[in-house]
């Protein structure tokens, strides 16, 4: 897939503010400073697509972009650690959760997660979430351009051993760099394939 066209729609503080949902949809979310907004800036080509922040939790709202005029692509704020008061933090719980349970045209949520770190339980209580309510997604595995290939190879083996003590069957892995742009054709497939499944 080529992206010729990437167009920001909107930013939404709650499902009920996004817009229509006439498109199929990816929604991208992970734990903060994962590389989110790294990893969606390399996927469309775009330096200045979504912000890039050394601060946990800059994004706050859902944010819409249309690619190609055929699909949406979702910035979703990041869960875990941020600065920010129990209150904001149950807010943004809620909104994200209506988001992925009631979304009708969401097609896939891509969940990103640091690779160099070791499996980490919150991350693994949300699998298990996704699976357990049925929201098709696939695990993005960011910053592999950080690790040797041998310590890549080493982390990915043990994060499959410790999902499939929760899951028989693995969900689809893709590994990332949003450096040296690994992963892009991988994800990119992915949603073109789904975009063939989409149905109004």
Same mark, same amino acid.
């Given at each position: 897939?080529?992206?010729? %066209?990437?167009?920001?729609?909107? @930013?939404?503080?709650?499902?009920?503010?996004?817009?229509?949902?006439?498109?199929? %949809?990816?929604?991208?979310?992970?734990?903060?400073?994962?590389?989110?907004?790294?990893?969606?800036?390399?996927?469309t080509?775009?330096?200045?697509?979504?912000?890039?922040?050394?601060?946990?939790?800059k $994004?706050?709202?859902?944010?819409?972009?249309?690619?190609n005029?055929?699909?949406?692509l979702?910035?979703?704020?990041?869960?875990?650690?941020?600065?920010?008061s129990?209150?904001?933090?149950?807010?943004?719980?809620?909104?994200?959760?209506?988001?992925?349970?009631?979304?009708?045209?969401?097609?896939?949520?891509?969940?990103?997660?640091?690779?160099?770190?070791?499996?980490?339980q919150?991350?693994?209580?949300?699998?298990?979430?996704?699976?357990?309510?049925?929201?098709?997604?696939v695990?993005?595995? $960011?910053? @592999?351009?950080?690790?040797?290939?041998?310590?890549?190879?080493?982390?990915?083996?043990k994060?499959?051993?410790?999902?499939?003590? @929760?899951?028989?069957?693995?969900?689809?892995?893709?590994?990332?760099?949003?450096?040296n742009?690994?992963?892009?054709?991988?994800?990119?497939?992915?949603?073109?394939?789904?975009?063939?499944?989409?149905?109004?």
């Amino acid at each position: 897939m080529q992206i010729k %066209e990437t167009r920001f729609i909107t @930013s939404s503080p709650g499902i009920h503010k996004c817009p229509p949902p006439d498109l199929p %949809e990816y929604a991208f979310i992970g734990r903060s400073n994962v590389g989110k907004s790294s990893l969606l800036n390399m996927i469309t080509n775009r330096k200045k697509l979504a912000k890039i922040s050394s601060t946990p939790g800059k $994004t706050q709202l859902i944010n819409h972009f249309i690619i190609n005029e055929k699909w949406y692509l979702v910035d979703l704020p990041g869960y875990g650690y941020a600065r920010i008061s129990v209150h904001k933090k149950q807010s943004w719980e809620k909104m994200i959760r209506d988001y992925i349970y009631k979304r009708e045209n969401l097609m896939s949520l891509f969940l990103l997660i640091d690779l160099r770190i070791s499996p980490q339980q919150i991350d693994l209580n949300f699998i298990d979430l996704l699976g357990i309510n049925q929201i098709p997604f696939v695990i993005v595995f $960011t910053k @592999s351009d950080k690790l040797s290939k041998l310590k890549l190879e080493s982390n990915l083996t043990k994060y499959k051993k410790q999902l499939l003590n @929760s899951w028989e069957d693995l969900p689809e892995i893709i590994v990332s760099s949003s450096i040296n742009k690994t992963g892009r054709e991988e994800i990119l497939s992915y949603i073109e394939r789904s975009n063939k499944l989409w149905k109004k």
